[in-house]
């Protein structure tokens, strides 16, 4: 009997009789195990399990009121957080892998660190701040506004900003409609900064049985969800179809990888012999009638996925092309069905986007340069912004050099979970394609992590005593994981703190500010014009249906520079001769913004604001700490 | 049927109902948000998925855990879209479809995926010499 052992992993040379052999030993105790017993909690094995969740949580909980986010500086939020909060996380990483010493038995205790990890880094913001968390989120909340305010979808109408993709793609955001009328609150502002916190928490099963898939050993399930979460950087799981975008499709992926394992096909890997000691056996082999019922039944989480968002139906169906190259899941089928939903939804709710992306396609194709560069490439600026940036980039090497020690060292999971790999590295191709509004670069990254965490985990986990073939004895490798994973451990999630919350003064959008965007959005009339320097402050798109608008930074860096030197000169030509109003909106979180990404150069802000205000052109209407707002004097006609 | 399917079965069915009879409380009070967001998040993939019989391969039930969620929310989504594409949104409408169509899914079993069955083909067949990738 496998259960009930202290090693995770029993690497059986036999074909276990259903599947999975780390399934049946979770999900079928025998009736002696039922019998429960109250556990010694002070037994060493025992004591060492549970007390680091408890130090833990009392440090984070300690350390939350020092948390002064409201004076935050040029390093973000990394010299406001409380030695406390630093320590409650090295105390949960070591808590964390004394339990995956019992993984094998008492697989809830790493998933409970895991979640308490996600909790850790992600609930600060959610819980202490006093308004929305991501400028952008604000913009999120806009559209959910306008659809209730309209009542309807949109989709042909052309919006300032390209926003009418919002009433294209429209499904998170009515989704959220009937949320917030349903909640009783005013707005989505209410909730959304709990966003990240939501999608981790439905997003941690999902991971898990993806990796259970692949892998029989809990130890490496769960560090591999471990370093998901670290990894995860990149701030794509606020309040945004994407981030629920992400879910779904790793949802179908693995219901794919499951249930559509083609007969025959697995070979030599249906022998445990062939397989890694931690590998999971390859699912059972399905009919085609089964499969198609299964496609079926996926029909409407792909539905939802296309009613969602724009770009992930192509990152599912470049991963479905991708696991189409093997003989395991060759289902031509459930990728045409993708790929059928996908265009119907693109060539009716999504036509005046996707005709214009198609006609895009001409100049960027090919375009790799450009294609996968961060926005618009400015050069960070700032201790925290420059720390964050590095801290980025060390991250993404680190991940995927892990990972790559892992393709080359352990082969045989690679062999089996080589469907897996092949979905991780497919959307990489698609840099040759488009920028996706100077995005591409993080969802190339984020789709895929996913496969590049598991990978990584493998390279620190290592294969139980006496298992495994290979130049490095297993004493010698289980000595050598046993330092490198608390340390990696513990160095990834030091750099999440820099890589997540680095730029965080650009992030925090103080009410004030707020307010004072709001009430000029309010009341200035319809068809007004709003020019700020970037996009990237709170309530920017309050109104969007209703407003047009022009972020003047928003250009390549050297039109940023002529504009600095005669702002008025440079602004003036463009501006709206019809009497419509225009309003200069300058905002703190702006200043932030353009500085740290670079957009501006030092004091680029200051000078373009005063000489606004001192142009006799623009008057200042109303003003605070933490902004500016002006009106253009259109010179009188004749 | 055994009795704890039936009172899966009706408190999903239920749930939806419940969630709805909340909205009716002023404010945005817990008592208020939390129902419907339980409801919203869980319920209709709840439905879809239990009760699964008993004869499931193991890893069945890590399976619908796991699927519970995002089942849910893409039905929710579908949805509030419709309801928006055929100009008959609320949050009246977007509760009682999918109260309904959870209480509908909840007379069925729940959606047992082929390689969850038992009936999996060549599951005792000797697997071909040769590779597969």
Redesign the interface.
Known sequence: MQQRVPTPVQGSKQQPP???AG??T???PTKGARRWSRPDLIQPQILFTWLPLVIATALWVYSLPHIDYRHMDDWGLLDQLPAAFYLSLAVLTGGFVVSLRRAGTAPWWPGLYSVALLFALKAPTAILYNSVRYPWSSKHDAVVNH?LAN???RPGVPLSGNMAAYDQW???F??N???V?????DTAA?YLNWASLFYGV?LI??L??IY?TFAEDWRLVWTGVWIFEVANWVGQDYFSPQG?AL??DL?VL??VF??F?R?????????RANLDPAAASI?????GR??A??IA?LA??I??IN??HQLTPVMLCVALFALNL???YRNPGLLVVTAVIMLIWDVTMGRPLFVETLASLKESVGNLLNNSRAGYAGELTGPGPVLQGRADVVMVLVIAGLAAVAVVLRRKLV?SA?PLLLVSIAPVPLFAVNDYGGEMLFRVYLFGLPGAAFFAAAALVPAAAGQGKGRIRPVVRRRVAAVALPLVLVLLVAGFIPAYYGKERMYYTPPAETAMVTKVLDNAPKGSMILAVTGSFPQALHRYDQLEHWYVAEQEEPQNAIMLRDPVGYLEPQLPKDGRPVYFVLTRTQDFYTAGEGLLPAGGFAELKAKLEASPKFRVIDGNAYGTVLQYVAPRPG | MTLSQTHVRVTVALSGWLALAATALPGASPARWIPVLLFVTLGPGFALLYPQPGTLRPGARLEALALVAPLSLSFGALMSTCLFLVHGFSATAFLISLAAFSTVACAFPGLPLPAATRGAVERTKRAKPGAGR
């Open positions: 259903d599947g999975p399934e049946q979770a999900d079928a659809l009542q309807e979808l429209p499904g998170f009515t989704l409609a009937g949320l009328r349903a909640f009783g609150v209410s439905v099963p999902v898990v049985l259970r629920m879910i779904l949802a693995a219901v499951r249930h394992v007969p025959g096909a697995a070979g030599e890997l249906r022998s699912p059972p082999p399905t009919t089964q499969r019922v299964c039944i409407p989480l539905a939802a009613f969602t093997t003989r395991r062999k080589l």
